[in-house]
Nanobody, 123 residues
């Protein structure tokens, strides 16, 4: 069974950087696409970025484009989300999910989820 675990969250000041990791156990990453989502208190979960692992095609939400970078390390079965120039509005719980394909920056369907990692951006 596929399992995902996120790590790398924390409390940082505006302008700082964080790198989130999504470690996948079970079947190899190859046939999947991996998406990052986030959910802020009182808001719906939203797609942030997605990577199609067979050809490295990526997509980003407009709110993070130019600041966030999604990447993979197949040998480690891990997908990363490099987050630069963090803003208070990036504060949320970040989740990764494994699924079949990316529709731009959103993963469909979201078959497997990690428990999430908290990112807080505050002065």
């Amino acid at each position: 069974q596929t399992q995902l675990v996120e790590s790398g969250g924390g409390l940082v000041q505006p302008g700082a950087s964080l790198t989130l990791s999504c470690a996948v156990t079970g079947p190899t990453l190859g046939p999947f696409s991996i998406g990052w989502f986030r959910q802020a208190p009182g808001k719906e979960r939203e797609g942030v970025s997605c990577i199609r692992l067979v050809n490295d095609v990526t997509g980003y939400a407009d709110s993070v484009k130019g600041r966030f970078t999604i990447s993979k390390d197949i040998a480690k079965n891990t997908v990363y989300l490099q987050m630069n120039n963090l803003k208070p509005e990036d504060t949320a719980t970040y989740y990764c999910s494994a699924g079949d394909y990316c529709d731009d920056y959103v993963l469909f369907p979201t078959k497997h989820w990690g428990p999430g990692t908290q990112v807080t951006v505050s002065p």
